[in-house]
């Protein structure tokens, strides 16, 4: 028997869930499918559970710094890693449970939890269980990339997901990646007191960021006591007792480095290897990221993708905004576009990193004439009050309309404080308004018309 829906929804990430509860309000009749964790990524081994770490990595770093703030802790500072992991574990719980009670209590909405493939453009097995539906949402989202790595089939390692299971202290942490999750994870198990080696095969840390961002993370993480190796490709692993070793190809430094522990950070694959994409007829790329329009529709009428599956973003938001757009073309007829989104991020390494738009680089490369505005984060008295000075706020503009053209924050509320200047991309305000707008003092926000006071051109710096 074969199960009839107006709509089947495949994963319940950040894009699935909502489009449920506007299409079964819309009176349609939905299924929607999750294989193991409800929520996905962000809840489950993401932002959430990595987040709520960073929390108590910063809670332990304040503590070990309560001297410079006057603040005696008397007796010696421990840091519990059963408690700190069952507090992680408490908050993503309550995402997760939110999740799946949301989707059961839905009307109109039935849950089938298992691994769902396609059997045609408009059937859906989930186990021996068949459905169909005219119009089908793919929300699989991604998992961590794992090398062909000689050796790595003998060794334990540890990815993002695994990585939520630790309840104890490394002694010494191996991160093989220098980009977002590795370096936030780095941080994080440095200051709970592991040492920790980041193992990068590039000449800096995230390379997509512009040289003095790299740099500058680099250093904060370096100044923490982390090891950064850079220019090192690991070649292979190995265990050698209770140690495992990663050789590296590497032109300083030692060409072996061992620790206690491996954390594999070297990027996401999309869930759509084992998705029955084939029968489907639906398009990948080479990579695996199902092809979409600028509305999010793959090339079979009828089978839409969102999230981190469709390669066009990366991030939760993203994802969500994968869902307000196919809602809003198909329920509201009020069209909306992925190419009007303005790409922005955070790095919760502690300063944060916002970012909104192209990077310095970027824009030197679009050769576009622009204006460009620095200011060192020792120049903004909120972060002097808070003793947390390090990194810098940069700005580029579009010579030529005065519009921002992006924005990186490296600093104490980074991740906060790039929401104003992208909120006026979006705008598509020039950037004077924000130099004539009165900020509130003190904050860090307070600066950004200042540094927009004191714009270069950019072929000058
Ligand atoms: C360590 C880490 C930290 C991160 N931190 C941040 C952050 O701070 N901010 C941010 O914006 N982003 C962050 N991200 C990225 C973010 O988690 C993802 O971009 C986001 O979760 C993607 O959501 P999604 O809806 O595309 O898919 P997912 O959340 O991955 O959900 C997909 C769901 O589909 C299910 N599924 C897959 N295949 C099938 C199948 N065949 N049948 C049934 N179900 C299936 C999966 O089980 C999963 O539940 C982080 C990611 C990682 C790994």
């Given at each position: 028997?074969t199960?009839?829906?107006?709509?089947?929804?495949?994963?319940?990430?950040?894009?699935?869930?909502?489009?449920?509860?506007?299409?079964?309000?819309?009176?349609?009749?939905?299924a929607?499918?999750?294989r193991?964790?409800?929520?996905?990524?962000?809840?489950n081994?993401?932002?959430?559970?990595?987040?709520?770490?960073?929390?108590?990595?910063?809670?332990?770093?304040?503590?070990?710094?309560?001297?410079?703030?006057?603040?005696?802790?008397?007796?010696?500072?421990?840091?519990?890693?059963?408690?700190?992991?069952?507090?992680?574990?408490?908050?993503?719980?309550?995402?997760?449970?939110?999740?799946?009670?949301?989707?059961?209590q839905?009307?109109?909405?039935?849950?089938?939890?298992?691994?769902?493939?396609?059997?045609?453009?408009?059937?859906?097995?989930?186990?021996?269980?068949?459905?169909?539906?005219?119009?089908?949402?793919?929300?699989?989202?991604?998992?961590?990339?794992?090398?062909?790595?000689?050796?790595?089939?003998?060794?334990?390692?540890?990815?993002?997901?695994?990585?939520?299971?630790?309840?104890?202290?490394?002694?010494?942490l191996?991160?093989?990646?220098?980009?977002?999750?590795?370096?936030?994870?780095?941080?994080?198990?440095?200051?709970?007191?592991?040492?920790v080696?980041?193992?990068?095969?590039?000449?800096?840390?995230?390379?997509?960021?512009d040289?003095?961002?790299?740099?500058?993370?680099?250093?904060?993480?370096?100044?923490e006591?982390?090891?950064?190796?850079?220019?090192?490709?690991?070649?292979?692993?190995?265990?050698?007792?209770?140690?495992?070793?990663?050789?590296?190809?590497?032109?300083?430094?030692?060409?072996e480095?061992?620790?206690?522990?491996?954390?594999?950070?070297?990027?996401?694959?999309?869930?759509?290897?084992?998705?029955?994409?084939?029968?489907?007829?639906?398009?990948?790329?080479?990579?695996?990221?199902?092809?979409?329009?600028?509305?999010?529709?793959?090339n079979?009428?009828?089978?839409?993708?969102?999230?981190?599956?469709n390669?066009?973003?990366?991030?939760?938001?993203?994802?969500?905004?994968?869902?307000?757009?196919?809602?809003?073309?198909?329920?509201?007829?009020?069209?909306?576009?992925?190419?009007?989104r303005?790409?922005?991020?955070?790095?919760?390494?502690?300063?944060?990193?916002?970012?909104?738009?192209?990077?310095?680089?970027?824009?030197?490369?679009?050769?576009?004439?622009?204006?460009?505005?620095?200011?060192?984060?020792?120049?903004?008295?909120?972060?002097?009050?808070?003793?947390?000075?390090?990194?810098?706020?940069?700005?580029?503009?579009?010579?030529?309309?005065?519009?921002?053209?992006?924005?990186?924050?490296l600093?104490?509320?980074?991740?906060?404080?790039?929401?104003?200047?992208?909120?006026?991309?979006?705008?598509?305000?020039?950037?004077?308004?924000?130099?004539?707008?009165?900020?509130?003092?003190?904050?860090?926000?307070?600066?950004?018309?200042?540094?927009?006071?004191?714009?270069?051109?950019?072929?000058?710096?």
């Amino acid at each position: 028997m074969t199960h009839v829906y107006d709509a089947i929804i495949i994963g319940t990430g950040q894009a699935g869930p909502p489009l449920a509860e506007r299409l079964t309000r819309a009176g349609k009749k939905v299924a929607i499918i999750e294989r193991k964790l409800f929520g996905g990524t962000c809840v489950n081994t993401g932002c959430t559970p990595t987040k709520t770490l960073v929390a108590s990595a910063y809670a332990a770093h304040l503590a070990r710094r309560a001297a410079d703030f006057g603040v005696r802790i008397n007796g010696g500072l421990g840091v519990d890693m059963k408690k700190v992991n069952a507090r992680k574990d408490a908050v993503s719980r309550r995402s997760r449970e939110g999740v799946e009670s949301w989707l059961k209590q839905m009307d109109s909405c039935t849950v089938y939890e298992g691994h769902a493939r396609f059997e045609s453009p408009t059937e859906v097995s989930v186990a021996r269980t068949q459905l169909t539906a005219k119009h089908i949402f793919i929300n699989v989202g991604g998992r961590a990339q794992t090398p062909a790595m000689p050796g790595l089939d003998q060794v334990e390692y540890l990815t993002n997901s695994s990585m939520m299971d630790v309840d104890f202290l490394p002694r010494h942490l191996l991160v093989i990646g220098g980009s977002y999750v590795g370096l936030e994870f780095g941080q994080m198990y440095r200051r709970f007191g592991s040492e920790v080696t980041i193992i990068e095969m590039g000449p800096r840390l995230i390379h997509r960021e512009d040289e003095d961002v790299s740099t500058a993370v680099r250093e904060i993480l370096e100044r923490e006591g982390i090891n950064v190796r850079l220019n090192a490709k690991c070649l292979a692993v190995r265990k050698q007792g209770k140690e495992l070793t990663a050789t590296l190809d590497c032109t300083s430094g030692s060409p072996e480095v061992s620790g206690s522990h491996l954390l594999l950070a070297v990027g996401r694959r999309p869930n759509t290897d084992d998705l029955g994409l084939d029968k489907a007829g639906v398009s990948v790329d080479q990579h695996g990221y199902i092809e979409v329009d600028d509305e999010l529709r793959t090339n079979v009428p009828g089978i839409w993708a969102m999230g981190d599956c469709n390669g066009k973003g990366a991030f939760t938001h993203t994802a969500y905004n994968d869902y307000e757009i196919v809602a809003s073309n198909i329920l509201d007829k009020d069209p909306r576009r992925v190419s009007e989104r303005i790409l922005a991020y955070a790095l919760y390494i502690d300063p944060p990193l916002g970012r909104a738009g192209m990077s310095e680089t970027e824009v030197r490369s679009a050769g576009k004439p622009a204006l460009v505005g620095k200011r060192s984060m020792m120049k903004v008295s909120r972060a002097i009050e808070k003793g947390e000075t390090q990194g810098f706020m940069k700005i580029v503009i579009a010579a030529d309309t005065k519009e921002i053209l992006g924005a990186a924050i490296l600093g104490t509320g980074g991740d906060e404080v790039v929401h104003a200047i992208l909120d006026l991309m979006y705008a598509k305000a020039p950037y004077t308004v924000m130099q004539r707008a009165v900020h509130i003092h003190p904050t860090v926000s307070e600066l950004i018309p200042t540094m927009l006071g004191e714009l270069r051109p950019l072929a000058s710096l």
